[in-house]
T-cell receptor
């Protein structure tokens, strides 16, 4: 089985721009979660989608949004980028929501200049 | 609210020595606990998980962890370190799945260095 894939792997943007990151979960997995990883804040939960519905949301501003499609693929969008949004964005998928083992993708490294 | 504390942001051991990475959690309900490993420029890989079936959990690559409710701990150990174990390790907790879904709360991470 193919693992979780994330595109693009690297991205450079400037302040004020917006960006869309994509995540394809493992085949059959219906839950997709997003995390932000930075040296200062560590790993922080952004949101989780299950069957196209947002189940849970972390403590991030409204500039961070996401969605899930019927094939379980997910995208997250960050609008009006700030320097502090520079981070590794990790996507994780699991069979279903709750207690299931999460499989992580390699991440998208976003740099905001 | 749930939280995880990893004692020691950096741990250094010699090859062949015991690896001990500490994790303490705070949770208002019986938790599900996980250890993940992250190699440079990669995502997270699950080492092992505790889901209340057994207090001593064996994982991949020779790692194991023991859940101690009285100490609210879930320390990760490996009897003999290998050079390939050098990486960053994260302890994570997940609470009641019905309300929190698959949300993981991570510790700060411990960078493990293995010296030849």
């Amino acid at each position: 089985k193919a693992g979780v894939t994330q595109t693009p792997r690297y991205l450079i943007k400037t302040r004020g721009q917006q960006v869309t990151l994509s995540c394809s979960p493992i085949s059959g997995h219906r839950s997709v979660s997003w995390y932000q990883q930075t040296p200062g804040q560590g790993l922080q939960f952004l949101f989780e989608y299950f069957s196209e519905t947002q189940r849970n949301k972390g403590n991030f501003p409204g500039r961070f949004s996401g969605r899930q499609f019927s094939n379980s693929r997910s995208e997250m969008n960050v609008s009006t980028l700030e320097l502090g949004d520079s981070a590794l964005y990790l996507c994780a998928s699991s069979l279903k929501s709750s207690y299931n083992e999460q499989f992580f993708g390699p991440g998208t490294r976003l740099t905001v200049l | 609210a749930q939280s995880v504390t990893q004692l020691g942001s950096h741990v250094s051991v010699s090859e062949g020595a015991l690896v001990l990475l500490r994790c303490n959690y705070s949770s208002s309900v019986p938790p599900y606990l996980f250890w993940y490993v992250q190699y440079p420029n990669q995502g997270l890989q699950l080492l092992l998980k505790y889901t209340s079936a057994a207090t001593l959990v064996k994982g991949i690559n020779g790692f194991e962890a023991e859940f101690k409710k009285s100490e609210t701990s879930f320390h990760l150990t490996k009897p003999s370190a290998h050079m390939s174990d050098a990486a960053e390790y994260f302890c994570a907790v997940s609470e009641d799945g019905e309300t929190s879904g698959s949300r993981l709360t991570f510790g700060e991470g411990t960078q493990l260095t293995v010296n030849p």
